[in-house]
């Protein structure tokens, strides 16, 4: 988000070859999500997530030297798989080294680092862009600078011990206690060893589910909501402002250097979105936060779109529409950005919460992914009103879901 306008110059992107360019990494990070967990349970957290450093590494160093969009592609698929298993094994590790009473704290942080990380690479595009603006590969400059958090990784994580709980499921006990007494009192360490164990074990146990599950009726209505609510999250469009945001606001009408400032606006506000949207999320019930969550999605997708249709061309214009593209990104991240992932994590019986969960992330990396590949051809077909009046459409339709299913 803002390398592709001069990325598209450089290596003449048409609106479909844009849309595979850029949707090809969530396509990889779906098989890295469903993979991720396997190879974490297999050979520890730690261990996944120093690979996958080294996979980001040699992910963001091939995007930027990439001498052809279909070279570009195969780099992206790489980056996607360290994606999705990032975001698989990360919480899990947050999770299991993390004391009980900041267990939630620290892993509901994950996600205000994410954004945050979105928003620190929408500055950063911001600033390359003024000081090279000028240079052809400008974009390269752009790609390359991701590899500095992919050292900082990996040499973060060879200083960091394995989980204790994995180490416990390994039954490597000596092990799992020596990491507790790094990261807890000694005495406290060992109180905890009984509790490790014991959520070892249902780890254990949580891991036996599988696709013959899928023939109880009530066990598939689960897993069928929750990969719908996934669906619905990514239909929103709401990773259509986070890859294609700063194109979307030279459509609107900003100069391309200006579209790449205003584009940070999105970023700061996906920040503030998240952080309010942690802070409500145990005062208000679960199923109000959604409905309200879809209900203002869906008010300012028609706005966005009225505005572009109905406002008549006016220096104005640009900033009206990124008003409300600003107020649907605080929206969705105050609520349904967080609120779908901590569902998905709650409403599944135990013995099958790892099938299940796979299953509906899986379903929600694949429609990111659909999105992220049609938005380019869609806004370039039949402009951004229709466009934002489909996403309208659907966020009235994740409404009519959640009256009747969830």
Sequence with gaps: NGALDPMKADLGLTPVTEGFVVSILIFGAAIGAAIGGRLADRYGRRHNVLVLAGIFIVGTVGCALAPTWQVLAVFRFVLGFAVGGASTTVPVYLAEVAPAERRGSLVTRNEVMIVSGQFAAFLINALIINLWGEHTSVWRFMLVVAVLP????????LRLPESPRWLASR?????ALAVLKQVRPADRAEAEMAEVRALAEEDRRSQTGGWADLAVPWIRRLVVIGAILGIFQQLTGINSIMYYGTQLLQTAGFSSNGAVIANTANGLFSVLGVSVGIALINKIDRR???????????????LVGASSLLLPESPAKPYVI?????????????????????MLSEFFPLGIPSFAMGVSVFTLWMANAGVT???????????????FFIFAAI??????????QV
């Design 150 to 157: 992919a050292i900082a990784l990996l040499l973060g994580m």
């Design 171 to 175: 039954g490597r006990d000596d092990e």
């Design 288 to 302: 109000v936060m959604l409905i309200g969550g879809f209900a203002l999605i869906a008010a300012f997708h028609v």
């Design 322 to 342: 990124l008003l409300f593209v600003v107020a649907f990104v605080f929206s969705m991240q105050g609520t349904l950005g967080p609120l779908v992932w901590l």
């Design 373 to 387: 590949f049609g938005f380019p051809p869609t806004v370039a077909a039949v402009g951004i009103a229709p466009t």
């Design 395 to 404: 966020g009235v339709l994740g409404i009519v879901f959640t009256l009747t």
